[in-house]
């Protein structure tokens, strides 16, 4: 399982990004995408999740109303909409793999993209 995350950069506070994770040697039948963040100095945590077998994904309560993960399973990527970006949102973001269904859980994820940076200047 190869993950690849893109999108990251440089916005101002109230700005938005779309972050995307393209996954390659699992099939979009049976999956959970999760979405992390490690800010310098902190561990991470979890941001948001995804799965092929639950209607509804999973949201911080930080980025809840904020951001909107979804898929496109024909193009095997899952996405990160984030809007009213804040300073404090600055991060790697990593996405991450697991089967089905989504844990809020570090540990259970066993395939990590390499991270991209999100940087929020207030």
């Known amino acids: 399982v190869q993950l690849v995350e893109s999108g990251g950069g440089l916005v101002q506070a109230g700005g938005s990004l779309r972050l995307s994770c393209a996954g390659h040697g699992f099939t979009f039948d049976d999956y959970a995408i999760g979405w992390f963040r490690q800010a310098p100095g902190k561990g991470r945590e979890a941001v948001s999740c995804i799965s092929s077998r639950q209607s509804t994904g999973f949201y911080a309560d930080s980025v809840k109303d904020r951001f909107t993960i979804s898929s496109d399973n024909a193009k095997n990527t899952v996405y990160l909409q984030m809007n009213s970006l804040k300073p404090e949102d600055t991060a790697v973001y990593y996405c991450?793999?697991?089967?089905?269904?989504?844990?809020?859980?570090?540990?259970?994820?066993?395939?990590w993209g390499q991270g991209t940076q999100v940087t929020v200047s207030s």
């Open positions: 991450a793999f697991r089967r089905s269904p989504c844990i809020v859980v570090v540990a259970a994820y066993y395939s």
